[in-house]
C-alpha cells in the first residue's frame, strides 16, 4: 500500500517491507532519486552514480569535491541501508551499485 502510495511498487512482493522500512526507505530525497537511477538500469560504479545524483539534484556544475562528498553520503548512508532493506545490492569492495528491486509506475 505504501509503495503503491509514492508511485513504487514492489516486484512480486520480493523485498516484503513493512509500512515503517517503506517510508524510511523513500524519507530521504537523495534515496528517492538514487532508487529512480537505478530503475534505468546498472551496474553503476559508486562514483558515476553520485555524478548523475547530484546532476538530477541540480547541483551541477558539480565539481570534484561535490562528488566526492555525495560519495561518502552514499556509500556510508544511503546504499548501506537500501542494501540492507533488499531494495539494492551494493557491494562495498567495488563499490558498485546494482538491482533496483522497486520499479516506479
Given at each position: 500500500m505504501a509503495l503503491e502510495a509514492r508511485g513504487y511498487i514492489d516486484e512480486?512482493?520480493?523485498?516484503g517491507l513493512n509500512e515503517d522500512e517503506v517510508h524510511r526507505l523513500?524519507?530521504?530525497?537523495?534515496r528517492r532519486l538514487t532508487l529512480d537511477i537505478l530503475s534505468e538500469g546498472g551496474p553503476w560504479e559508486l562514483e558515476e552514480l553520485a555524478t548523475e545524483l547530484l546532476a538530477r539534484e541540480d547541483a551541477y556544475p558539480a565539481d570534484e569535491h561535490a562528488v566526492q562528498r555525495a560519495?561518502?553520503?552514499?556509500y556510508h548512508r544511503h546504499l548501506p541501508m537500501m542494501d540492507d532493506l533488499g531494495a539494492i545490492e551494493f557491494d562495498r569492495?567495488?563499490?558498485r551499485v546494482d538491482g533496483c528491486r522497486l520499479i516506479r509506475r
Open positions: 512480486g512482493e520480493a523485498i523513500l524519507a530521504a530525497e537523495r560519495m561518502i553520503a552514499l569492495r567495488s563499490m
